[in-house]
């Protein structure tokens, strides 16, 4: 598989964290969504993900060369296809609490700190992109603190990593660069320190990449 | 079940549509989300749902009451608990491909025309909201129709209606409320016209629902 991806992009690292987890090689494509205007604008790019979006995960299906993308999507299609180890619990139910999780961060926060996004609020109406962002994370996260409650463990589903994991360490890793205290997210920087031991998630780290710029 | 929900709001539509598709029954509770400052605000909703979005379905599990939110979470615990009719593909990558384009909508269209979205752009940058979702609303089935000639049949995968049309028909709703010219997307709006077919989804219709202002 050859996963299409940016080093700071949050989709992608959720990706990233998954394939380490499953224990599945892939190859780095870096694509650079800032130099020459943004590679994932290029025809040939998409031709793969018409929403010029990153991550694009590239695999065979078939015998024919197949491209997903939508992070979510990709997650849900290597649990599937490599179901070990789970990543997802077994009950419907908590399931279900697993992808609520996910999902506030994926379509609750994630959208709206967006490079295409912070380009509109910062070009078209001279917004502050940071504090837009900031806004918006800060929000987000105290609704993830809240509904975490009823199943955290060592991480956010008991003591098993799932999707909400993989979902929410990136996007913290995103608040501190929008400038958003963490000091009152106790539970989710625990959550986080957890995940931080394991090597899957050390090796999908953004600052790790062979792409990355670190600050 | 209950399902506290909008009339207009595309995520409680969706999992509206799902809901009767399944043939399940369900209690309509009203959230009005302009009426009062929002009542999505009030302590008690956001007990049930910290995000304070629409809609969360109110369920028994293991003999208690308990809540879920995002719709994309519901209709993935409605798959499984009520897997007849599907709603999704057997094979793992049209499951995938399914996904992806129901993520489209989900997390790259919907979360940018989201009501307190439009409530910054407006207030804080006084910027035109209905151009703004245009854009994006544009920019995303773009991507959208591009993405679904793989699998297009009567429905966006085949001849089986799936989460992918679920997302599709409340976000073509949204287009026109934000004067986006659908012209251009002629496989879409047959895929939506065979859905306005089906009597799951008429009854699901935001105009049809207890709470509806039509314009």
Redesign the interface.
Known sequence: MKLYNYWRSSCSWRVRIALNLKGLAYEYVPVHLVKDGGEQHSEAYRALN????VPTLELT??GRV?H???S???L??LE??HPSPALLPAD??A???C??L???V???I???QNLS?LQ??KG??K?DDKA?CA?WIDR?L??FQ??VQETAGTYCLGDTVSFADICLVPQLYGARRFGVDLGPYEVLTRIEAACARLPAFQAAHADRQPDAVPA
């Open positions: 018409p929403m010029r979006t299906e078939g197949r997903l993308s939508q979510l999507a990709i849900e299609y599937e296809r419907p139910y399931r279900a609490r992808r609520m996910a999902e506030l994926n379509s609750g994630q959208p709206l996004v509109r609020i078209e109406f917004g837009w806004y987000g105290t609704a809240a509904a």
